[in-house]
């Protein structure tokens, strides 16, 4: 069985292209039928084409409201009648309707440790803050923002010599591990999102999700 998947993103696409990796490795029992973007000039929408994957072009500049915006996307995306679908970068929230319509198979990764540092600019926040350790978490998607329940979380620690780049490249390498292996659990079945929680095979999680601490 292989699990149908759209993918949504609005920039560079490596978490796409690393899930893309994965499917070609038979790591993961799926296959991407379309990638959408809100931004025409993205570069994951050269990684798609490179892969033969369709892809969807809707400019959220084009549209009167975020309600318009969303629906024209759920009329793009239904066609292809997805099991589940990926935020990968996606940078536009999403209305409550959107969300609803795809509740429990719909996935984000988002670059910190949430609950805490909810939003945008987390790496800076976190420098701000002092914080010793960072990461990643991957989520099911609901309305409220970044709120759903964890799947997966990576850690990584934060030394006096990080700066915000530093900190993206050591958060994205662990993305580029973590969320290929959450869409490989979701599409063997093994999560599922049950009550505001996430389970796996059949077990709740924890509000951390599964950890995966690749500090030494
Ligand atoms: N939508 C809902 N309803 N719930 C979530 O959990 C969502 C969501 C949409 C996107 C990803 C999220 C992240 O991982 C995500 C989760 C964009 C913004 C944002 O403020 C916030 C969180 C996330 C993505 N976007 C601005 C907006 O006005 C635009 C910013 C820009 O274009 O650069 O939509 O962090
Ligand atoms: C990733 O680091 C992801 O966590 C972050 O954007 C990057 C996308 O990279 N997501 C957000 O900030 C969502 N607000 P990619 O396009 O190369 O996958």
């Not at 799926?30 to 993205?42: F, H, M, T, Y």
């Not at 570069?43 to 024209?72: M, N, Q």
């Not at 793009?76 to 999403?94: C, S």
């Not at 509740?103 to 540092?117: C, D, E, K, T, V």
Request: aromatic share 6%; charged share 20%.
């Amino acid at each position: 069985m292989s699990c149908n998947i759209v993918v949504l993103a609005s920039g560079s696409g490596s978490n796409l292209q690393a899930i893309m990796d994965q499917i070609a490795d038979n790591k993961i029992s799926g296959r991407i039928s379309a990638v959408l973007c809100n931004r025409p000039e993205a570069y994951a929408l050269e990684r798609a084409k490179k892969a033969g994957i369709p892809t969807i072009v809707l400019d959220h500049k084009s549209f009167d409201s975020r309600p318009a915006f969303d629906k024209a996307m759920i009329e793009a995306i239904d066609p292809h009648k997805p099991e589940l679908i990926v935020l990968a970068g996606f940078m536009r929230i999403l209305t409550p309707e959107f969300c609803e319509h795809y509740l429990g198979r719909m996935i984000n990764i988002h670059p910190a440790l949430l609950p805490s540092y909810k939003g945008l600019n987390t790496h800076q926040r976190v420098l701000d803050a002092g914080e010793s350790v960072h990461g990643c978490t991957v989520h099911f998607v609901t309305p409220d923002l970044d709120d759903g329940p964890n799947i997966i979380q990576a850690v990584v620690d934060v030394t006096s010599e990080d700066n915000a780049e530093t900190l993206v490249n050591k958060v994205q390498q662990q993305e580029h591990i973590i969320y290929p292996q959450a869409v490989a659990w979701f599409a063997e079945g093994r999560i599922k999102m049950i009550d505001q929680r996430t389970t796996l095979d059949e077990k709740p999680l924890g509000e951390t999700g599964y950890v995966v601490d690749s500090r030494t």
